[in-house]
T-cell receptor
Framework: DTEVTQTPKHLVMGMTNKKSLKCEQH?????MYWYKQKAKKPPELMFV???????INESVPSRFSPECPNSSLLNLHLHALQPEDSALYLC????????????FGPGTRLLVL | AQSVTQLGSHVSVSEGALVLLRCNYS??????LFWYVQYPNQGLQLLLK??????LVKGINGFEAEFKKSETSFHLTKPSAHMSDAAEYFC?????????????FGIGTKLQVIP
């Protein structure tokens, strides 16, 4: 099984809402990633978890709060977002190491009104 | 920091023609390079990766790429384009600061295949 699943597929939220994005993999990967992708742009790294510990936070605003409850699950909690946060949010996972392939989920398309 | 530059944000080819997507890298150490493909409204899928084992790397769907150190290039090719190849292609470089992988993507090249 080389699948990374993400829920929901689409999300519309107001600026005062709190919502969460979920990512799951069962490939035994110990590194998991959140990326943000704006239209016609490449993915931009937001967070990296390695062995369930936050390893990289690419200066992401605190209204985005990641969580890695276990080695298979990665969440992204959203609160008080801005319209400019509307984007495709991609989750990926890999073995630990820089030769390793990252496996991407299909993404959650977020619209902030 | 390592980086990649993709030349040409849009490339159009006729069905059956050669596909050539260009990528140049900047790295002070031997790079680990990847090509990913993204179909509309989907996540990214790995096409192939260079990890120094061989300079000519074969990937899925008939794609291949050649690592040329003298030219700092890792161009993606396919001998004959198919309609299903229409997608966005990203070149990427990986580094391992502090023990975790950080992948930096190029701006992407949108491939259009004309029937």
């Amino acid at each position: 099984d080389t699948e990374v699943t993400q829920t929901p597929k689409h999300l519309v939220m107001g600026m005062t809402n709190k919502k969460s994005l979920k990512c799951e993999q069962h490939m035994g990967h110990r590194a998991m990633y959140w990326y943000k992708q704006k239209a016609k742009k490449p993915p931009e790294l937001m967070f990296v978890y390695s062995y369930e510990k936050l390893s990289i936070n690419e200066s992401v605003p605190s209204r985005f709060s990641p969580e890695c409850p276990n080695s298979s699950l990665l969440n992204l909690h959203l609160h008080a977002l801005q319209p400019e946060d509307s984007a495709l949010y991609l989750c990926a996972s890999s073995q630990v190491g820089y030769q390793e392939t990252q496996y991407f989920g299909p993404g959650t398309r977020l619209l902030v009104l | 920091a390592q980086s990649v530059t993709q030349l040409g944000s849009h490339v159009s080819v006729s069905e059956g023609a050669l596909v050539l997507l260009r990528c140049n890298y900047s790295s002070s150490v031997p790079p680990y390079l990847f090509w990913y493909v993204q179909y509309p409204n989907q996540g990214l899928q790995l096409l192939l990766k260079y990890t120094s084992a061989a300079t000519l790397v074969k990937g899925i769907n008939g794609f291949e790429a050649e690592f040329k150190k003298s030219e700092t290039s890792f161009h993606l090719t396919k001998p004959s384009a198919h309609m299903s190849d229409a997608a966005e292609y990203f070149c990427a470089v990986s580094e391992l600061p502090g023990g975790y992988q950080k992948v930096t993507f190029g701006i992407g090249t949108k491939l259009q295949v004309i029937p």
